[in-house]
């Protein structure tokens, strides 16, 4: 079913700011929504706000839950990018060996210092991503389908390393499964912060080059004789997507499905025009990664890795997607 574009943009935004205010109240100690809105009001004002509620809103639940829809817009345009790029439906942020290089600086963060986790999971995800483009490089262009090819070997030969530091070094288990199935506990502003800066650099990017997107699905032979540099448009998105992924990865850890099934949501309510995509994939990225992590830190057994929410939610989805997509 197809909506008018611009009101669904308007319902997803609207849909965000009652999904953020239901997580506000959802936790340990309840707080209605009206008791939120409240205290939000009193203490922008510095009116006697109750303090224990304003507390719990400000400095516990909220950076969590800017964090979750920061990181569901940020995998939502990044896997918006990838399946376009390598015109792939399947196509997903970690396609270039993000996750699996950063699983290894995470392995021998725990190894060393869990200090150096984030740090390290960055910089050996853009190892990762380093060594895919540098094979995938011909004639100066990035070679999309051996891209695909050397993602996937390079995920193989991470994710061989990690599973090899983890299985002889490292005590922390249960730490490092939490981190590889992904997480929002622990966050910070300083983490909204620096994230937030990476989502101004990318989701401009994507629409700037929204148009050359678009003709490039119609492949790159057409575009180049509708004068669009396929070879410049593919090497600035995905470099800026991979580089935007491994710094979302190595904050939260590995949190799949989310930027594989935004996209696909989005072309099946709005179409396949990024003028709109590059609105209404983030945007859906940041809805579901925030339902799910509001679930995850609900459960009767204690707060579980988010991770396992969205591949329960996203798989069923995908299958769905992809069943009606056969029967057209």
Do not use: C
């Not at 004639?139 to 051996?146: A, I, K, L």
């Not at 994710?159 to 983890?166: D, E, G, K, T």
């Not at 998105?237 to 099934?261: E, R």
């Not at 696909?264 to 339902?291: Q, T």
């Amino acid at each position: 079913m197809r909506f008018s574009p611009f009101i669904f943009i308007i319902f997803l935004f609207f849909l965000t700011i009652v999904n953020v205010l239901v997580s506000l109240s959802i936790g340990p100690v309840h707080i209605p929504v009206k008791e939120i809105l409240k205290n939000i009001y009193l203490y922008a004002f510095n009116k006697g706000p109750n303090w224990t509620i304003s507390t719990i809103i400000f400095y516990i639940r909220l950076p969590r839950i800017v964090l979750a829809v920061i990181i569901g817009m940020i995998l939502g345009v990044s896997g918006l990018v990838t399946q376009t790029v390598f015109k792939n439906p399947l196509g997903d942020p970690y396609l270039t060996g993000v996750s699996s290089g950063a699983a290894v600086g995470a392995a021998i963060g725990f190894l060393v210092s869990p200090f150096l986790v984030p740090v390290l999971a960055f910089v050996f995800a853009m190892l990762a991503v380093g060594i895919s483009f540098l094979i995938s490089r011909s004639d100066g262009e990035v070679n999309t389908e051996m891209l695909i090819l050397a993602g996937v070997s390079v995920s193989f030969l991470f994710s061989a390393v990690a599973s090899y530091i983890i299985y002889l070094k490292v005590a922390n288990l249960r730490g490092v499964l939490f981190w590889l199935l992904g997480g929002l506990y622990g966050a910070t502003w300083t983490d909204d912060f620096w994230l937030f800066i990476a989502l101004l650099v990318i989701f401009p990017l994507m629409v700037y080059f929204r148009r050359e997107l678009d003709i490039m699905l119609m492949g790159d032979e057409q575009a180049k004789s509708l004068g669009v540099s396929t070879g410049r448009v593919k090497t600035v998105t995905l470099l800026v997507s991979s580089l935007i992924t491994s710094l979302a990865v190595s904050v939260v850890g590995i949190i799949g499905f989310i930027g594989l099934v935004s996209p696909h949501i989005g072309r099946k309510i709005v179409g396949e025009s990024h003028r709109f995509l590059v609105f209404v994939a983030p945007l859906i990225g940041a809805n579901i990664l925030l339902v799910s992590d509001t679930i995850a830190r609900s459960t009767p057994q204690g707060e579980i890795p988010v991770g396992i929410i969205t591949s329960f939610i996203g798989a069923p989805v995908l299958i769905y997607l992809l069943y009606r997509r056969r029967k057209m």
